[in-house]
């Protein structure tokens, strides 16, 4: 394998995991836009409603129905977060949703832990893994699938909330909540509807995830959840596109990492690049500086 | 000229008695349970009971670094556990390798951390807020995979078993209730320096910083070099919980540092009261005390660690002993609004 080779490798490596981050920093961004808080509980959102696959699959569902009943039970999940951990904390300081959110995540971490154990597990796709050259490098059709998968998800959101009547509500609650609730916006459902879109597209994220890496674990929601985070900061947070390139750049930044440094520093390089992006451009690739008024 | 005017501001430190400042009841309440847990060795002789005493001391001693610089000063930092890990690995080190007396070795563990708390705190001056919690979980995860990785300095995976027991004035501490008394006595010296610290002008400005950061700098104080001076003393607490649980256990590994530790030392300073000094012994009692003492309860302790800050918010939000008000929104609503000369934020 040549240099060459080897760099592009990495790439498409970085790609397809970075694809995943993407689609969790979309459902992630989202959720953030609509009422400028931090959702600590999208991970185990995400990797709950991926065990939950995983049973369904194993209890001999055929996939086309396990997998849409996990995404909307991933639904259901991000709607039961906002209700329990950030509506009644709306309008208090902002440590109070974060805390809140961080005692629902460990709440489901919880249930997941007693419902399924602390054992990673194999996740039952499988998508038939052959491999094809394409300019000198392998291929494989998992990626290739991931990776169109994720695509489509990013352009559906993109489609529902720029070409809408439902996503024009939801721009409009995330300019400002108070003047769309008078001009008529139903701004609690909408807010609802945007948390409900994230935990499906989280879970979505956590699939995508499993299948890629064929394994399901109890802290992949953590993981997911972080380099999410990470993703969405360094497009852009609140902003679908910023998410998705976010997403895209720190999976090859780390898939690089990976292959010519160490893999045990992985995740610190992940942060390193994080510390340096808030430092040097906190509103992200394609965000707006923040003002802060008084 | 900086250390000058420190000291002009801080001359009031240590000339009046070392309780001014608490109130009426709480002093003579300390002092009293100060008095009974001294005395409790000489009637109860249970090694078990002293070793979750000990334990719930030193995680008290890590709660209140995190309250400093999350309750007092008011920057959310969730990376409590990098700066105890910090600490607990350079006394493990100092004392394996060199023959040093322990309080050197614990001077030079707490100010280890107390640096990587200043190193931490710098992008707090830029970044407020909700970023400087992913930054902070970030640089936990940086240390803990250095600790994991770092195979010839820190025994990688398997961590460092066989750190020596303390050494004190000729005496080798060896059973649970002597570790018993060094974490009291550590406990007792950080409560009494943390309240003449918040009684000072340097407590005032944490608050002033705390409640309105513009307001402050508005008013002088210099924002930076307090948040700083936060992230300082509390990551130094933090190293000297961290060397104390490394002599205490004999034993440091990367998975005595997680994420997870993080949580509960969070947990406590939430759930005891954020700015609360009592509030967070308070918490620390409670959480830990139910984690050591009922162990059948392993498998859902994220259970409780998630209901009681659920509830604690939703009740309480600042804690049960809080000293902080939460219920100002720091940005009002449309603070955010862009000015009307520009195109709207389409950003979604």
Redesign the interface.
């Given at each position: 394998m040549t240099p060459v080779d080897y760099l592009l490798a990495q790439i498409v490596n970085g790609l397809s995991a970075g694809c995943i981050y993407a689609v969790a920093a979309i459902g992630y961004s989202m959720v953030f836009g609509v009422l400028q808080m931090h959702n600590f509980a999208h991970g185990d959102t995400l990797m709950f409603g991926t065990f939950v696959a995983l049973s369904l699959m194993l209890a001999g569902v055929p996939v086309v129905l396990a997998l849409p009943l996990a995404i909307f039970l991933g639904a259901a999940i991000g709607y039961a977060v906002e209700r329990i951990a950030f509506r009644p904390t709306r309008g208090a300081h902002r440590m109070v949703p974060t805390v809140s959110a961080i005692g629902v995540a460990l709440i489901i971490r919880n249930a997941a832990q007693s419902l399924w154990g602390t054992t990673t597990q194999a996740f039952p796709i499988a998508i038939p893994a052959s491999t094809f050259k394409l300019f000198g490098i392998g291929i494989s059709t998992t990626q290739v699938a991931v990776f169109v998968t994720a695509c489509v998800l990013m352009m559906a959101t993109q489609f529902f909330v720029n070409r809408t009547l439902i996503g024009k509500a939801m721009r409009a609650v995330q300019q400002d909540a108070d003047a769309a609730g008078y001009m008529g916006i139903p701004v609690n459902r909408v807010v609802s509807l945007v948390y409900m879109i994230g935990g499906a597209l989280g879970v979505a994220a956590g699939i995508l995830f499993s299948i890629n890496y064929n394994t399901v674990f109890l802290m992949m929601g953590f993981s997911v959840m972080i380099k999410a985070f990470v993703s969405a900061v360094i497009g852009g947070i609140g902003n679908i596109r910023g998410a998705f390139i976010g997403g895209l750049l720190l999976g090859v930044i780390e898939a690089l990492t990976a292959g010519y440094l160490s893999s045990g520093y992985r995740d610190a390089i992940t942060f390193v690049v994080l510390i340096l992006v808030l430092l040097v451009r906190p509103q992200g690739l394609l965000g707006r500086p923040m003002v802060v008024k008084v | 000229m900086i250390l000058q005017r420190f000291n002009l501001r801080h001359r009031r430190l240590g000339f009046t008695v070392p309780w001014a400042g608490w109130k009426w009841p709480l002093w003579p309440l300390a002092f009293l349970l100060l008095i009974a847990m001294i005395g409790l060795p000489a009637i109860r002789h249970d090694a078990y009971l002293f070793r979750i005493l000990t334990t719930i001391l030193i995680w008290s001693i890590l709660a209140l670094g995190q309250n400093v610089i999350?309750g007092f000063c008011g920057q959310?930092s969730f990376g409590q556990a990098a700066f105890y890990g910090i600490g607990a690995y350079t006394s493990a080190l100092l004392s394996i390798h060199f023959d040093l007396p322990y309080p050197l070795i614990l001077v030079v563990a707490a100010g280890l951390a107390g640096i990587a708390g200043v190193i931490v705190g710098y992008?707090a001056i830029?970044?407020?807020?909700?970023?400087l919690?992913?930054?902070t979980?970030?640089?936990a995860?940086?240390i803990r995979?250095?600790f994991?990785?770092w195979d010839d300095l820190t025994g990688g995976a398997i961590g460092l078993p066989g750190v020596p027991p303390v050494t004190l004035f000729g005496m080798t501490l060896e059973t649970n209730v002597h570790y018993y008394y060094l974490s009291l006595a550590c406990l007792t010296l950080s409560v009494i320096a943390l309240m003449r610290i918040l009684d000072s002008d340097v407590g005032r400005c944490f608050k002033a910083v705390r409640e309105d950061e513009?307001?402050a700098r508005a008013a002088g104080i210099n924002v930076t070099f307090y948040k700083l001076l936060a992230f300082g003393i509390g990551a130094a607490l933090g190293g000297v919980a961290g060397s104390l649980i490394a002599h205490f256990l004999a034993y440091v590994g990367p998975d005595m540092f997680t994420?997870w530790e993080s949580?509960i030392v969070?947990a406590i300073v939430?759930v005891g009261g954020l700015g609360s000094v009592p509030g967070t012994i308070l918490g620390a009692v409670l959480i830990i005390g139910t984690f050591e003492s009922i162990r059948q309860l392993i498998?859902?302790?994220?259970?409780i660690?998630?209901?009681?800050?659920?509830?604690?918010?939703?009740i309480k939000?600042s804690g049960l002993l809080g000293a902080v008000k939460?219920?100002?929104?720091?940005?009002p609503?449309?603070?955010?609004?862009p000015p009307a000369d520009e195109e709207?934020?389409?950003?979604?």
């Open positions: - | 999350t959310l992008p830029r970044i407020g807020g909700d970023y919690f992913l930054v979980i970030g640089f995860e940086i995979e250095v994991l990785n513009l307001a994420n949580t969070f939430l498998d859902y302790r994220l259970y660690a998630g209901l009681l800050l659920v509830g604690t918010v939703l939000p939460l219920t100002m929104p720091i940005i609503p449309g603070a955010e609004e709207p934020r389409n950003i979604l």
